[in-house]
């Protein structure tokens, strides 16, 4: 091999090792995901994509499908049976691990894009008429740097507090969920909420007119006021919420069990108008097990799912408030017997375990992870559904058919949301031939925004598309049938099939 010949190869060589690191770096980089905005350490890849297409304004069909398999079920018709006629119920290990879902959009400040909103599914069971399936979300992802939306973080209220537990306004206390500024103003897109509580600086009223469907003021536009809203299901028509009693702010919270003299000052300063908003805080009950309030962590969720970072308890004994608001996450109520009025319950990790914490500064500005229901036979009913083929019966018969005579059924026909009919409106066809029949979604479907895929063509709708209905010729088989060893004769048949 001569001198210039290694030179060449060892030269080929290089450049075949070059190319491999580039692509291992640039793998690297690709699967690398940016963990100050998520709940857990990283957040999971493979989320279903979103369940709800913006720009036609219909849920898709493949995607509330995939959350069913994720469930066990065959699909989401299955899944919805299951639930409302079965009775079936699951929290957040029915879901198989690190499950989450997009729905939903909001504004990223930071990216100045529009970004699909992640949540967890963490239960499924029917709504209190026993007639459709509820699927809870939990917000999945939070920018802990603030930065995203003007919702990632939020002062419990307006910024003040009381000292005294029975001071109060309008009959409520400063950690009354009802009049806090984190559900009337950083969720629910708001304006009313109490504030001026005696101590502490308060914040400066939003700056814009609410209620707004501005995207780019407010993150959770979509269930509040937007496109969303119709789909979502307030905590008052879910059974399993509506009966929680363990701590304040609960729906049926009869007082503590612990503290009646406590109780006694403060038992009707927790109404209960939250239970008709589209989005709200989680309680500790849904997220936590505690056996001196026999909370029963309904929601079964995995420490890297409540979570949004680490830190230990030293870094709150430093009275560095940045280590709270970059790591605790607001729940709706607090311990049952705490004489100071001002604490909130909280979530946060310390040693790899998930605690709950009583927060005693309502004035903190820490993470905000809330919860919708979504009512998924109200989204079936908003996919947008496969239009219809040509079909064609398997025959002549000599006999009027019509759609009931196909031997099966064709995979874009659904019974319970569609009905069938030829359109000159005759009620059957005996001759071969291609009819035009026609496929109208009904009217109770379509009232909810069922409708057909694709553009309507000449004398469609959105609702109603045509499609050829077909009979095939009569089939004619010869026979021929020796009559006699010196005679034949040809005897043709008939057959009908």
Same mark, same amino acid.
């Given at each position: 091999?001569?001198k210039t010949?290694?030179?060449?190869?060892?030269?080929?060589?290089?450049i075949?090792?070059?190319?491999?690191?580039?692509?291992?770096s640039?793998?690297?980089?690709?699967?690398k995901?940016?963990?100050?905005? @998520?709940?857990?350490?990283?957040?999971?890849?493979g989320?279903?994509?979103?369940?709800?297409?913006?720009?036609?304004?219909? !849920?898709?069909?493949?995607?509330?499908?995939?959350?069913?398999?994720?469930?066990s079920?065959s699909?989401?018709?299955?899944?919805i049976?299951?639930?409302?006629?079965n009775?079936?119920?699951?929290?957040?290990t029915?879901f198989?691990?690190?499950?989450?879902?997009k729905?939903?959009?909001?504004?990223?400040?930071?990216k100045?894009a529009?970004?699909?909103?992640?949540?967890?599914?963490?239960y499924?069971?029917?709504?209190?008429?026993?007639?459709n399936?509820?699927?809870t979300?939990?917000?999945a992802?939070?920018?802990?740097?603030?930065?995203?939306?003007k919702?990632?973080?939020s002062?419990?209220?307006?910024g003040?507090?009381?000292?005294?537990?029975?001071?109060?306004?309008?009959?409520?206390?400063?950690?009354?969920?009802?009049g806090?500024?984190?559900?009337?103003?950083?969720?629910n897109?708001g304006?009313?909420?109490?504030g001026?509580?005696?101590?502490?600086?308060a914040?400066?009223?939003?700056?814009y007119?609410?209620?707004?469907k501005?995207?780019? /003021?407010?993150?959770?536009?979509?269930?509040?006021?937007?496109?969303? @809203?119709? !789909?979502?299901?307030?905590?008052?028509?879910?059974?399993?919420?509506?009966a929680?009693?363990?701590?304040?702010?609960?729906?049926s919270? &009869?007082?503590s069990?612990v503290?009646s @003299?406590?109780?006694d000052?403060?038992?009707n300063?927790?109404?209960? #108008?939250?239970t &008709? $908003?589209?989005?709200?805080l989680?309680?500790m009950? $849904?997220?936590?097990?505690?056996?001196?309030?026999?909370c029963k962590d309904?929601?079964?969720c995995?420490?890297?799912?409540?979570?949004?970072g680490?830190?230990t308890?030293?870094? !709150?004994?430093?009275g560095?408030?940045?280590a709270?608001?970059?790591?605790?996450?607001?729940t709706?109520?607090g311990?049952?017997?705490?004489?100071?009025?001002?604490?909130?319950?909280?979530?946060?990790?310390?040693l790899?375990?998930?605690?709950?914490?009583?927060?005693?500064f309502?004035?903190?500005s820490?993470?905000?992870?809330?919860?919708?229901?979504?009512?998924?036979?109200?989204?079936l009913?908003?996919?947008?559904?496969?239009?219809?083929?040509?079909?064609?019966?398997?025959?002549?018969?000599g006999l009027?058919?019509?759609?009931?005579s196909?031997?099966?059924?064709p995979?874009?026909?659904a019974?319970?949301?569609?009905?069938?009919?030829?359109?000159?409106? #005759?009620?059957g066809?005996?001759?071969?031939?291609?009819?035009?029949?026609?496929?109208?979604i /009904?009217?109770?479907?379509?009232?909810k925004?069922l409708? !057909? /895929?694709?553009?309507?063509?000449a004398?469609?709708?959105?609702?109603?598309?045509?499609f050829?209905?077909?009979?095939?010729?009569?089939?004619?088989?010869?026979?021929?049938?020796?009559?006699?060893?010196?005679?034949s004769?040809?005897s043709?048949?008939?057959?009908?099939?």
């Amino acid at each position: 091999m001569t001198k210039t010949n290694r030179k060449i190869i060892f030269l080929c060589q290089a450049i075949v090792i070059c190319i491999a690191l580039i692509l291992v770096s640039s793998i690297v980089f690709i699967g690398k995901t940016d963990d100050t905005a @998520s709940a857990y350490a990283t957040l999971p890849s493979g989320a279903i994509n979103n369940l709800y297409d913006s720009n036609k304004e219909v !849920f898709i069909r493949d995607n509330l499908d995939a959350i069913a398999k994720k469930a066990s079920y065959s699909d989401i018709d299955a899944m919805i049976k299951g639930v409302v006629t079965n009775g079936d119920v699951k929290n957040s290990t029915g879901f198989g691990s690190n499950t989450t879902i997009k729905l939903g959009t909001y504004y990223n400040l930071a990216k100045n894009a529009y970004e699909d909103l992640v949540w967890i599914p963490v239960y499924l069971a029917k709504d209190k008429d026993g007639k459709n399936a509820v699927l809870t979300l939990w917000l999945a992802s939070v920018d802990t740097t603030g930065q995203a939306s003007k919702q990632e973080r939020s002062t419990w209220t307006d910024g003040t507090y009381a000292q005294d537990y029975t001071t109060q306004q309008n009959g409520m206390v400063c950690n009354s969920y009802d009049g806090s500024y984190i559900r009337n103003v950083t969720l629910n897109n708001g304006s009313s909420y109490l504030g001026n509580w005696g101590q502490g600086t308060a914040v400066a009223p939003p700056d814009y007119p609410y209620p707004t469907k501005d995207k780019t /003021k407010n993150k959770f536009v979509d269930f509040t006021t937007g496109d969303l @809203s119709d !789909f979502i299901v307030t905590p008052s028509q879910v059974p399993w919420q509506m009966a929680q009693d363990m701590l304040q702010n609960d729906p049926s919270w &009869q007082g503590s069990k612990v503290n009646s @003299s406590y109780t006694d000052k403060v038992l009707n300063c927790y109404p209960t #108008s939250w239970t &008709q $908003d589209k989005i709200w805080l989680p309680a500790m009950d $849904d997220l936590f097990e505690h056996s001196s309030h026999t909370c029963k962590d309904l929601w079964k969720c995995s420490k890297e799912q409540k979570t949004i970072g680490h830190r230990t308890q030293a870094d !709150f004994n430093n009275g560095d408030e940045d280590a709270y608001s970059k790591t605790i996450v607001y729940t709706r109520n607090g311990g049952p017997n705490q004489a100071n009025i001002q604490r909130v319950c909280s979530i946060y990790e310390e040693l790899n375990e998930v605690l709950a914490f009583n927060v005693d500064f309502l004035y903190l500005s820490c993470a905000v992870r809330p919860a919708i229901h979504l009512n998924l036979n109200a989204a079936l009913a908003a996919c947008a559904i496969d239009a219809p083929k040509d079909v064609s019966v398997s025959g002549y018969t000599g006999l009027e058919q019509d759609f009931s005579s196909l031997t099966t059924a064709p995979d874009w026909y659904a019974e319970s949301l569609m009905s069938v009919a030829f359109e000159d409106g #005759s009620t059957g066809k005996i001759e071969n031939g291609e009819y035009d029949m026609i496929a109208t979604i /009904k009217k109770e479907a379509a009232e909810k925004g069922l409708k !057909f /895929k694709g553009d309507p063509g000449a004398g469609e709708t959105e609702t109603s598309r045509k499609f050829k209905f077909k009979i095939p010729k009569k089939k004619i088989v010869e026979m021929f049938t020796c009559l006699h060893a010196h005679k034949s004769a040809i005897s043709p048949e008939v057959q009908m099939s």
